[in-house]
């Protein structure tokens, strides 16, 4: 048995179990046509057949390609998905703020797509499901309340780099395979053009830090570039309280 098949097996049960001790039985997540959602939606579709339900959530600013990809997947598969833009709700509100950032619309959207994916959740009765990898995790690349909200993450111990093999594995489209990583947030955005490294190269870093535990000087002194140290440890510092759960204020010593 390789280690994807082990993987496989062992993400599985962890969704079983998982779904059945919060006392349901369906689950939803959104398809976006990346790499990362199809994992988990082939996954959970193993697990739940049609008791999982895909949603796919085009913004204005969704490349066509992303609805075309993800109707590939969900087809290949045999996949129950719907399709909810939530354009719209984004336009509405940014129709009089001229002014906003793309990073303002972006984290917008992400927000929208995870409200109208929990209220999909509500109707159904069932849990969402996250598609949030240990990379992003890592690097804080995510939005608060979009999609790194879920209720259960499968894909969250895997580097992006050992997503892409465990997608090859799984069978997932080469369409999806071969593209740039993107959050979609806005046109032509991507990942690594945001990071200004690959993934392949995060992720030894990465390793390198989580797993064996080298610290900045360690890192240099093992060859990295500086620059690909520096980012990655500032975006690991600056981003942990987006892993945290809200600080409640501890009244207990108050008389």
Not at 88 to 104: C, G, I, Q, W
Not at 177 to 200: I, M, V
Not at 248 to 253: G, Q, R, V
């Amino acid at each position: 048995m390789n280690k994807y098949q082990s993987i496989e097996n062992f993400l599985i049960k962890f969704l079983q179990d998982e779904v059945q001790k919060a006392g349901f039985s369906k689950v939803v997540l959104g398809i976006s046509g990346g790499v990362d959602s199809a994992v988990v939606a082939i996954l959970a579709h193993k697990t739940f057949g049609d008791n999982l339900l895909g949603i796919m959530l085009p913004a204005s600013t969704s490349s066509r390609a992303s609805l075309e990809h993800a109707s590939e997947l969900c087809q290949k598969f045999g996949i129950k998905v719907e399709k909810i833009p939530v354009g719209p709700l984004v336009d509405t509100y940014f129709h009089d703020k001229k002014d906003a950032s793309k990073l303002r619309i972006g984290n917008f959207s992400a927000r929208m797509r995870m409200s109208v994916l929990y209220d999909i959740s509500a109707r159904e009765n069932a849990l969402v499901l996250g598609t949030g990898n240990k990379s992003e995790i890592l690097l804080g690349y995510g939005t608060i309340f979009g999609d790194l909200a879920c209720a259960i993450n499968p894909i969250g111990g895997l580097y992006k780099s050992e997503i892409f093999e465990f997608a090859a594995y799984l069978g997932v489209p080469s369409s999806i395979l071969s593209k740039a990583p993107s959050a979609d947030l806005w046109e032509d955005q991507s990942d690594e053009g945001e990071f200004g490294f690959s993934y392949a190269q995060i992720d030894k870093v990465l390793y390198a830090h989580i797993e064996e535990g080298k610290d900045k000087e360690a890192l240099l002194a093992s060859g990295f570039e500086k620059e690909l140290v520096e980012m990655a440890l500032e975006r690991i510092a600056s981003n942990l309280f987006k892993g945290k759960l809200p600080t409640i204020a501890d009244l207990s010593a108050v008389k």
